[in-house]
């Protein structure tokens, strides 16, 4: 096989060795099988392309066009012209998955489902890696700048896992770099057309007539080195990398079970905008529903619930999500003995209400619903999967109406200590008066149910709290002290409140967010606005499980087991569900039934709480900061590798070159020698342009401490030198290359580690861009000062009117 071969069979290991860092991020993995066919086409038709041979440019863009008309094929054909050709319609495909690969980016955690959106996405990045280092190891023949990409690929999915990739990837990737390096060493040894390693050597690396194993020990070390330098680079860039909440971003296994199946569900805060959305002049019907429940009064209809209060706000926790059970399990911690009646609903969104979590009561018992949603079993929350989502959706819910009474949720038993461990949690830097406000509240209750309840007294009627949506919308411990103090605010404070303080006084609690009942309409249907939507506390009580409380006052109903007079437990019972006409949601403004009077005089019902849900559904990280984070690492692993990378692009090009004519001889033999120089420079030599190329010459060999055939390298350059610059027939040298090589070979020997170090990884000789950059502004401003006054000069000359005197 030929040199070329193995490096491209080397660079499409590599490639693929480091996209295995990527598998564990989404489930299933076949997505893999994808990539590695495209990368195998990709890399054959630059194979082909360059035994013609074309030129680099155009062996890039073959390789290029033929990835764009698979990926067309792939992921496009029903948009393509003819099946294959992209057209407008391929790239706005291709376009509407991005987005789609994006939204489910800050969607799931990982293991992500394999959409069809985050599909395109990796097979995408890795034939793009696939390209960058199929160009710089094959086509330019540089493998060691060809780690940068790789080593991006490796870094990105360490960062997205937070460091929770295995180490066992990133041996693999480090394995197919070091392969690569490989294949290229071999390829660049077989040109010099010397055998190395193949007779015994004595002494120090180039003592040897033949001088083979010093070079092959020298080339061994470089390799070496190199592969150390990455691997080290690797390791340090994703323990760098800013931490990201949410989305794949969001911490490996966090809320994780075995119960998950396909991926998990990220941390989402669905009230972001909520306060802007308030204060709309007009309502707009969001949901219409028809339900056989006799009191409609505590049918609150949840999204999503946030358990999470991290001392900044109130999120959602990444779960594992599932396919929708035909039966949902038992609601946690309800047992018989609390009374339940069954309720069935028949549910129509509006078209233009697109939200991606299912409007439910709690808590739902089946779900009866057509295309792509899941299940996340600890919130009971159904979500859309790959773009799914509310908007026209049509759906039976079938919930369990749960009536504990007073004297049940006061005997109630403690909470399992794993729940009351996880939704007691509160942040430590929440402040001192929360819990004291909440013990001196609840002074004197018996149980944490009296305690519940004096809390949510305190917020509706006995703390003067007063409801009002201009109030400063902020979330976190600050917030909570804020609204303490001032006691006016709207939902969002007193629920966040609300369960922050049950929660530092040992009660478990979380926040819902979702939809009051609505209102009746003349046809016995019931619709829900955008001014219904809501957030409230939910508590735990073992026996009756989590129970809904209502602290913000004027809004929603009391629940009736928190009011003096409570109803006793009776057997669970059943509705059965009537007979409706159409429940089609209405188009035009409407007004909640559920606000009431004076407030909607005062313009205080507000609009669109859940207009803030809808905003926020993605809890990851926005795409841009995708981009930027990969662009971030780039710059990081490029800047301090800059000046090896330019050396090694140097040395290539000097060496590189194979020229037939005298003057392509006389070329290479300088360019020989201004690399002998400059390696001397690199290990502390300062070059001295004065002198001729035989004082040059002794001059590095004493100061370089260079004897024997590294020695002898650098005269017998010298001499060739002074041969093509002096001579009247100039004969340029040969087996230039073996020369220089002997030459580092010599430094690498007499050289201490921090030197060889300094001359590998910032050479001093690298300065030169410097100064080509400063010669090229110069000839640059020079040659616009020179065309300027050109002009000028012409402009004056056609303008200038002669005097009389002149012929």
Not at 308 to 326: A, L, M, N, Y
Not at 534 to 541: G, I, K, S, T
Not at 700 to 721: D, F, K, T, W, Y
């Amino acid at each position: 096989m030929s040199g070329r071969g193995r490096l491209t069979l080397g660079a499409y290991a590599a490639t693929l060795m480091a996209a295995g860092a990527l598998l564990p991020l989404v489930n299933p993995s076949t997505w893999i099988f994808t990539a590695a066919i495209l990368l195998a086409l990709q890399s054959g038709v630059g194979a082909l392309t360059r035994r013609v041979p074309l030129a680099r440019p155009l062996t890039i863009a073959a390789q290029f066009f033929v990835t764009l008309l698979a990926l067309t094929l792939v992921f496009a054909r029903e948009h393509a012209l003819l099946g294959l050709l992209p057209g407008p319609q391929a790239f706005g495909r291709f376009a509407a998955l991005f987005q789609a690969g994006a939204e489910d980016v800050g969607t799931y955690a990982p293991p992500a489902p394999d959409t069809e959106g985050i599909r395109l996405m990796l097979v995408c990045g890795v034939l793009l890696i696939g390209l960058l280092v199929d160009t710089l190891a094959v086509t330019f023949r540089s493998a060691a700048p060809a780690g940068l990409p790789l080593l991006a690929l490796y870094s990105v999915a360490a960062g997205l896992s937070e460091g929770g990739a295995s180490w066992m990837w990133f041996l693999f990737a480090a394995s197919g770099y070091l392969l690569l390096l490989l294949a290229e060493s071999r390829d660049r040894l077989s040109q010099w057309g010397r055998v190395f390693g193949g007779a015994p050597r004595t002494g120090r690396p180039g003592t040897d007539g033949s001088g083979g194993g010093g070079k092959a020990l020298a080339a061994v070390r470089t390799g070496r080195r190199i592969g150390v330098v990455a691997m080290g680079v690797a390791l340090a860039v994703p323990a760098v990398l800013p931490t990201l909440s949410g989305g794949l971003f969001g911490k490996p296994g966090e809320g994780a079970g075995d119960r998950g199946k396909g991926g998990t569900i990220s941390a989402v805060n669905p009230l972001v905008s909520l306060q802007d959305n308030l204060r709309q002049p007009e309502d707009r019907e969001v949901l219409r529903y028809r339900t056989n429940a006799t009191d409609t009064s505590g049918m609150y209809l949840r999204l999503v619930a946030l358990d999470q209060f991290d001392g900044t706000s109130w999120k959602s926790s990444v779960r594992p999500i599932e396919d929708v059970p035909e039966r949902l399990p038992r609601p946690t911690g309800l047992s018989g003995q609390v009374r339940t009646i069954e309720v069935t609903s028949n549910f129509v969104a509006s078209p233009t209400y697109e939200q991606k979590w299912l409007p439910m009561p709690f808590p739902a018992d089946r779900v009866e619903i057509g295309g792509r949603w899941r299940y996340e079993p600890a919130g009971r929350m159904l979500v859309g999967d790959d773009g799914q989502n509310t908007s026209g959706a049509r759906y039976t819910v079938t919930s369990l109406d749960v009536r504990p009474t007073a004297q049940q949720l006061a005997a109630a038993p403690p909470a399992p200590e794993a729940l009351r461990r996880e939704y007691t949690k509160v942040p430590e830097s929440l402040p001192l008066d929360v819990r004291a406000k909440a013990l001196q509240v609840t002074k004197g209750a018996r149980n944490d149910y009296e305690r519940a309840v004096k809390l949510q007294d305190w917020f509706t009627t006995d703390g003067g709290f007063r409801y009002d949506v201009d109030v400063e919308s902020g979330t976190g411990v600050q917030a909570i002290s804020r609204f303490l103090e001032r006691r006016e605010g709207f939902c969002v404070h007193f629920s966040f409140s609300m369960a922050a303080m049950a929660r530092s006084i040992g009660i478990p609690a979380r926040v819902a967010v979702g939809f009051m009942p609505g209102g009746l309409q003349s046809d016995g249907t019931m619709s829900v606005g955008i001014r219904d939507a809501h957030a409230w506390p939910e508590l735990y009580f073992e026996g009756a499980g989590w129970t809904r409380f209502e602290p913000t006052p004027s809004r929603g109903s009391t629940p009736e087991y928190t009011r003096e007079q409570s109803p006793t437990g009776t057997p669970s019972e059943s509705a059965q569900p009537s007979t409706s006409t159409s429940a089609a949601p209405s188009a035009a403004p409407r007004t909640s039934e559920s606000c009431p009077a004076q407030m909607r005089r005062q313009g205080e019902c507000g609009q669109d709480e859940a207009a803030g849900a809808a905003a926020s559904d993605g809890g990851g990280p926005d795409p841009l900061t995708v981009v930027l984070v990969v662009l971030g690492v780039a710059v990081l692993l490029l800047l301090p590798l800059a000046p090896l990378l330019w050396r090694t692009r140097v040395r290539a090009r000097r060496l590189g070159s194979s020229g037939r004519t005298a003057e392509d001889g006389v070329a290479r033999t300088l360019a020989a020698w201004r690399e002998i120089n400059d390696t001397a420079w690199d290990h502390g030599v300062v070059p001295d342009e004065s002198m001729t190329p035989r004082r040059t010459a002794a001059r590095i060999v004493r100061l370089g401490s260079l004897e024997g055939e590294p020695a002898n390298a650098v005269h017998r350059v010298a001499r060739a030198v002074e041969q093509v610059l002096y001579a009247p027939q100039p004969r340029p040298g040969t087996g230039l290359v073996d020369e220089v090589s002997l030459v580092r070979s010599g430094f690498a020997a007499v050289s201490s580690r921090k030197v060889r170090l300094r001359a590998l990884l910032a050479p001093r000789s690298a300065v030169r861009v410097a100064w080509r950059a400063s010669s090229w502004w110069s000839a640059t401003t020079t040659s616009w000062r020179t065309r300027r006054e050109t002009l000028t000069a012409r402009v004056t000359s056609r303008f200038h009117r002669p005097s009389r005197n002149e012929g």
